[in-house]
């Protein structure tokens, strides 16, 4: 069954814990993004990928990290450095050079800091 | 970087009339607007998007019309459902997907029975 699966679905932390929320695709696909979403603010872009050990920072990048070691796999590490956490976090990951622009979502992560 | 705005934010419609919603961009270099649909609990998911090489394009109820030169692009519902409900994103890109996709603020369709 093809698409792309973030875990944990829900995730609470305690301000100072690092958290990584992982994001895996078996679409094939070579780009791969993060997006955080609060209501009100749409989506907004955190970090993307296009090819594999490489990776861009998004409008809002202060406070998170990523990798990508693998084509399949980008996971997201929210630090103690992000001073707002609490948000739902999408992953996405679309084809290159096929003339498909869609980009395909996960169902999301919701974080809550406490 | 690219800025892209969208209005209004809340729609309330009756059920069988049309709905538009307005997004404008910034960078005249972006030339790929998808909108997304998002309903309550799931993903967002494309519905329709349009190139800069063209300036309608229509799929059953749904249509998105772009003016290049006023850097502006609608999507038009008619005969909205119950089923329409819920939130709508436009977005501007470079060449498609794999560049770095900007987002509207989204639009929270409520179609009214």
């Known amino acids: 069954d093809g698409g792309i699966t973030q875990s944990p679905k829900y995730l609470f932390r305690k301000e100072g814990q690092n958290v990584t929320l992982s994001c895996e695709q078996n679409l094939n696909h070579d780009a791969m993004y993060w997006y955080r979403q609060d209501p009100g603010q749409g989506l907004r872009l955190i970090y993307y990928s296009q090819i594999v050990n490489d990776f861009q920072k998004g409008d809002i990048a202060e406070g998170y990290s990523v990798s990508r070691e693998k084509k399949e796999s980008f996971p997201l590490t929210v630090t103690s450095a992000q001073k707002n956490p609490t948000a739902f976090y999408l992953c996405?990951?679309?084809?290159?050079?096929?003339?498909?622009?869609?980009?395909?979502f996960g169902e999301g992560s919701r974080l809550t800091v406490l | 970087g690219e800025n892209v705005e969208q209005h209004p934010s809340t729609l309330s419609v009756q059920e069988g009339d049309s709905a538009v919603i307005k997004c404008t961009y910034s960078d005249s270099a972006s030339n790929y607007f998808p909108w997304y649909k998002q309903e309550l609990g799931k993903r967002p998911q494309l519905i329709i998007d349009i190139r800069s090489n063209v300036g309608e394009k229509k799929d059953q109820r749904i249509a998105v019309t772009l003016n290049k030169t006023a850097k502006h692009f609608s999507l038009h519902i008619t005969e909205t459902q119950p089923e329409d409900s819920a939130v709508y994103f436009c977005?501007?890109?470079?060449?498609?997907?794999?560049?770095?996709?900007?987002f509207g603020t989204g639009t929270k369709l409520q179609v009214i029975p």
């Open positions: 977005a501007a890109s470079l060449s498609g997907g794999y560049q770095k996709v900007t």
């Open positions: 996405a990951s679309s084809p290159i050079y096929t003339g498909i622009g869609e980009l395909f």
